[in-house]
């Protein structure tokens, strides 16, 4: 699965634009246009789908590109880097387990998953999303940014054709995210 093809949306815009900002700016509505929803099938359509950006030095960072389907779904963009607060990989199994490299992980319902792998309570109160994917941007074990597409209300059933568009995504976004965390100079 991982030799496939992307959708041809997806494809144009990772290969016809090296510049960060002109590919997360592209890459985000695009995410939400391949994930289209077949509610027979309880795959939901995408909500909104974010971009995270950090300096795995510093810890410094900020959701730099979000995506709505439309604007009943919060805009949760950052102005300015900031901080990792220390409490967070404490507070979030999610992120803590993007910290540690490890793959990437698909969430078909926040209101049943083991609590190993997600807070429930600190989901609801920071995303108030249901399903999401964790997408973990990493090079070398260090992590640089997180992709999260996300489903509001209702859970997502994750399928094995979304699972290889974010393995794919993640391959060739990751050098442009350091790139564009190495240009911020955070």
Same mark, same amino acid.
């Given at each position: 699965?991982?030799?496939?093809?992307?959708?041809?949306? +997806?494809?144009?815009?990772?290969?016809?634009?090296?510049?960060? %900002?002109?590919?997360?700016?592209?890459?985000?509505?695009?995410? =939400?246009?391949?994930?289209? /929803? %077949?509610? *027979?099938? =309880?795959?939901?359509?995408?909500?909104?789908?974010?971009?995270?950006? !950090?300096?795995?030095?510093? *810890?410094?960072? *900020?959701?730099?590109?979000?995506?709505? $389907?439309?604007? $009943?779904?919060?805009?949760?963009?950052?102005?300015?880097?900031?901080?990792?607060?220390?409490?967070?990989?404490?507070?979030?199994?999610?992120?803590?387990?993007?910290?540690?490299? &490890?793959?990437?992980?698909?969430?078909?319902?926040?209101?049943? #998953?083991?609590?190993?792998?997600?807070? !429930?309570?600190?989901? $609801?109160?920071?995303? =108030?999303?249901? @399903?999401?994917?964790?997408?973990?941007?990493?090079?070398? =074990? +260090?992590?640089? /940014?997180?992709? &999260?597409?996300?489903?509001?209300? &209702?859970? !997502?059933?994750?399928?094995?054709? %979304? $699972?290889?568009?974010?393995?794919?995504?993640? *391959? &060739?976004?990751?050098?442009? @995210?350091?790139?564009?965390?190495? #240009?911020?100079?955070?």
């Amino acid at each position: 699965m991982d030799n496939q093809v992307l959708p041809a949306i +997806l494809e144009k815009i990772l290969t016809n634009d090296s510049e960060p %900002d002109a590919v997360f700016s592209a890459l985000l509505p695009a995410l =939400g246009e391949v994930f289209q /929803g %077949d509610s *027979k099938a =309880g795959h939901a359509s995408i909500h909104r789908c974010f971009l995270y950006l !950090r300096n795995p030095h510093t *810890k410094i960072g *900020k959701i730099a590109y979000c995506w709505r $389907r439309s604007d $009943r779904y919060p805009d949760v963009t950052d102005s300015d880097w900031k901080p990792e607060p220390e409490s967070l990989p404490d507070e979030d199994p999610l992120f803590a387990a993007a910290l540690r490299a &490890q793959p990437s992980i698909f969430v078909e319902d926040v209101e049943t #998953a083991s609590p190993e792998v997600v807070n !429930r309570d600190f989901e $609801r109160k920071n995303f =108030g999303h249901r @399903a999401l994917i964790h997408s973990h941007l990493c090079q070398d =074990g +260090l992590l640089w /940014g997180i992709l &999260q597409p996300c489903v509001f209300e &209702q859970p !997502r059933v994750w399928t094995d054709f %979304d $699972r290889a568009v974010i393995a794919q995504v993640e *391959k &060739q976004i990751t050098p442009l @995210a350091i790139a564009y965390v190495k #240009a911020a100079g955070v």
